[in-house]
């Protein structure tokens, strides 16, 4: 669509769903996106209609196995009815696949104009939001029938069936939890393989200290301790199945290390600090975590960077403008993970209020991007200083009860994703949360 003169301004979830009409074939995947063009509609309609054809669509039973379908559901503010062109569409209002990712493309409170089209197309008259209601809502999300995923590899993730367990596995000298334990690339690989025993679905490699004050290295010396090491657990049985995610801020790092395996970049800057990063993630089609910090890990505590007047508001509204930026590099909502940055240009008592206010960033979001309020969350406290300062525990490896507290406190508020350093623990904690929040969900 670029290459045609269409500038994707804004993109919704990707939903896989049962297929419609001809229901002898695989499940779909329905996603929308938002554009500006100055084709007209029925020039438009001939550009999509060769993408099909070039991505091999050339025809068959209506409604039947295709490799791609694109319609366009709106034209602006217009209504066009000819023999080969109708909008907006008009099945729109009887097909929940449409209407979900339809829904992504609003906010709360921004677009009006658009919203308020886009109400007076509908077919209730309380507008776009009564029509989806009155199909079932956000309700009909998860089920077997519709589900939110993110493609990774050669596979569709389920995020939201369960809560994801995230090991972390420091190459560095000095991180302030593990910091030289796992330098050899025989010593790296056992914990590893010691973290998917235990139940890890994702580890996260990290060979750049990204604590309090902590020098930064170069790409090439970042390269160096991560490759071999990446290397070896790729071809590791164990590994099968597993997400490998490398944590780096440096465009070049993640090149190289997703061309050796890795299926994710979990990035603490959310590209504040390698201009390229954006450009290469949207190159290289992989999931991104986008974290909030101020700063750099050298200046990211300096009081400056420690002034909000309301934190939770102001991290949504920081993380939503470096999230909004890499949508329009090109990196769609469907890959995109966000991290509050739990210890990262915070406070014990600010960490303590994010823990406690997941539901109140999302919703902050959500004012802007329904889409981008529902990507996954991550949430990284593990042995972190504020939960030794609360606990009276100076010593990192003393901070794991802690730790599994702080998970269960983040998982019922709505994380999805929990990084940490003791994988067993924090397991067990995660499938009791999951067990009741899906209790919740049966009573109702």
């Given amino acids: 669509m670029k290459r045609c003169g269409i500038q994707i301004t804004r993109h919704a979830c990707l939903y896989e769903t049962e297929p419609a009409y001809v229901t002898d074939q695989p499940r779909f995947l329905n996603s929308a996106v938002r554009g500006i063009t100055k084709l007209g509609p029925h020039e438009l309609l001939r550009v999509l209609k060769k993408i099909e054809a070039d991505m091999g669509r050339t025809g068959g039973i209506r409604y039947g196995p295709r490799p791609i379908d694109l319609d366009i559901l709106f034209y602006g503010k217009f209504k066009i009815y000819s023999e080969i062109l109708t909008v907006p569409h008009e099945r729109i209002w009887e097909r929940p696949f449409v209407m979900a990712p339809l829904m992504d493309l609003l906010g709360t409170e921004i677009d009006n104009d658009t919203v308020a089209c886009w109400h007076s197309f509908a077919k209730h008259s309380d507008g776009l939001f009564e029509s989806w209601k009155n199909l079932g809502g956000e309700s009909l999300v998860g089920k077997d029938g519709m589900k939110r995923v993110l ?54 490699f990290g060979a750049q200290s990204t604590r309090p004050m902590a020098p930064r290295i170069s790409p090439d010396e970042e390269l160096e301790r991560l490759i071999p090491v990446l290397e070896v657990v790729k071809q590791m049985p164990e590994a099968e199945g597993k997400l490998l995610s490398v944590d780096t801020f440096y465009s070049k790092v993640a090149v190289e290390a997703v061309s050796k395996g ?10 504040q600090l390698d201009p390229s990063m954006h ?17 750099d890990p050298s200046t990211m505590q300096n009081s400056e960077n420690l002034q909000y007047s309301d934190v939770c508001k102001e991290v949504a509204s920081e993380l939503y403008t470096r999230v909004r930026n890499a949508e329009l590099t090109g990196i769609p909502a469907w890959r995109i993970i966000i991290d509050p940055g739990i210890g990262f240009s915070k406070t014990t008592e600010q960490n303590l209020d994010i823990l406690m206010g997941l539901p109140i960033i999302q919703a902050e979001i959500a004012r802007r991007s329904f889409a981008l309020s529902r990507v996954p969350v991550l949430v990284g406290p593990s042995r972190k200083r504020f939960l030794g300062q609360v606990c009276g525990h100076s010593a990192a490896a003393e901070r794991d009860p802690a730790t599994v507290a702080s998970v269960t406190s983040a998982i019922l508020g709505g994380a999805n994703i929990v990084r940490v350093h003791n994988v067993k623990d924090n397991l067990d904690a995660a499938k009791l949360c999951d067990a009741m929040l899906e209790r919740r969900r049966l009573i109702g």
């Fill in 279 to 295: 450009n290469i993630i949207a190159s290289l089609k992989v999931p991104y975590i986008i974290m909030h910090m101020r700063g």
């Fill in 262 to 271: 890795a299926d994710l970049v979990n990035d603490v800057s959310g590209g």
């Fill in 151 to 204: 493609p990774v590899g050669n596979r569709l993730w389920d995020w939201s069936r369960r809560t994801s367990v995230m090991g972390i596995l420091n190459l560095t000298p000095d991180s302030f939890s593990d910091g030289g334990k796992y330098l050899s690339v025989e010593a790296a690989v056992s914990q590893v393989r010691l973290m998917l025993s235990q139940g890890a679905d994702i580890i996260d």
